[in-house]
């Protein structure tokens, strides 16, 4: 049995299906918006980046360039040890096994917060949020990635995929807590047919799927996200 950090909310597109959401995750932001709006807010040279559910550690070296350290954190230690390999010449690199609710991390340790599509998604994530209050140094900043249902092809897909979510619920959640909102609009961009449908399946019901593959044709979709913010003052 693969070992999973107590209190982890389980991934089922990841931890299922690896080597698909490796495909997704080529396919998603091929621009760069993401990181150009998390760049402009809090660059991160020199400073020490926290990767938060970094998964197989996609995104690990692109911070470690410029970065003076880097950790990523993983609940589903499978998912870490191909972290650890992706980044095993990076020596500025680390990654612990570990859930949002109990950070493998002293206090104020951390500049700034990578989190994306992972744990923090509105109400009931206040046991991780008070876990980065404890990390985050003062004038750290905290991002947080998430899917804006309220427009974009993708979002129309997440609404009938998840009809009873509440983005208004979750905007107040998040305002109420300081947050930030920059909403950004990025793509998923695929080689073929084939990873636009093998991703659809890891995200979606087979039946909604099927549905989503039939109704959109070509290779790029449309995709809203909320980038959520905050800078630490204490």
């Given at each position: 049995?693969?070992?999973i950090?107590?209190?982890?909310v389980p991934?089922?597109?990841?931890?299922?299906s690896?080597?698909v959401?490796?495909?997704?995750?080529?396919?998603?932001?091929?621009?760069?918006?993401i990181?150009?709006a998390?760049r402009?807010?809090?660059?991160?040279?020199?400073?020490?980046?926290?990767?938060?559910g970094?998964?197989?550690?996609?995104?690990?070296?692109?911070?470690?360039?410029?970065?003076?350290?880097?950790?990523?954190?993983?609940?589903?230690?499978g998912l870490?040890?191909?972290?650890?390999?992706?980044?095993r010449d990076?020596?500025?690199?680390t990654?612990?096994v570990?859930?949002?609710?109990?950070?493998?991390?002293?206090?104020a340790s951390?500049?700034?917060?990578?989190?994306?599509?992972a744990?923090?998604?509105g109400?009931?994530?206040?046991?991780?949020l008070?876990?980065?209050?404890?990390?985050?140094r003062?004038g750290?900043?905290?991002?947080i990635?998430d899917?804006?249902?309220?427009?974009?092809t993708?979002?129309?897909?997440f609404?009938?995929?998840?009809?009873?979510y509440?983005?208004?619920?979750?905007?107040?959640?998040?305002?109420r807590r300081?947050f930030?909102?920059?909403?950004?609009m990025i793509?998923?961009?695929f080689e073929n047919?084939?990873?636009?449908?093998?991703?659809?399946?890891?995200?979606?019901p087979e039946?909604?799927?099927?549905?989503?593959?039939?109704?959109?044709?070509?290779?790029?979709?449309d995709y809203?996200?909320n980038?959520?913010?905050?800078?630490?003052d204490w």
């Open positions: 049995m693969v070992e950090a107590p209190g982890a991934s089922p597109n990841i931890w299922n690896p080597s959401y490796e495909v997704e995750n080529r396919a998603v932001d091929p621009d760069g918006a990181e150009a998390m402009r807010i809090a660059p991160w040279a020199g400073r020490t980046v926290l990767d938060l970094c998964g197989t550690g996609f995104h690990l070296p692109r911070f470690a360039a410029e970065a003076a350290r880097v950790v990523g954190v993983e609940p589903h230690a870490a040890a191909a972290a650890r390999r992706r980044v990076l020596p500025n690199v990654v612990r570990g859930a949002a609710q109990a950070l493998p991390l002293p206090d951390i500049d700034v917060v990578h989190v994306r599509w744990y923090f998604f109400p009931g994530c206040e046991p991780g008070a876990e980065l209050d404890r990390v985050v003062r750290g900043t905290i991002f990635v899917n804006d249902a309220t427009r974009s993708f979002g129309g897909w609404r009938r995929g998840l009809p009873s509440d983005p208004a619920s979750v905007e107040r959640f998040w305002t300081g930030q909102r920059e909403p950004l793509r998923w961009e047919r084939a990873d636009l449908s093998a991703v659809l399946r890891i995200e979606f039946r909604l799927a099927a549905e989503f593959e039939r109704e959109h044709p070509g290779l790029t979709v809203a996200v980038l959520w913010w905050r800078t630490t």
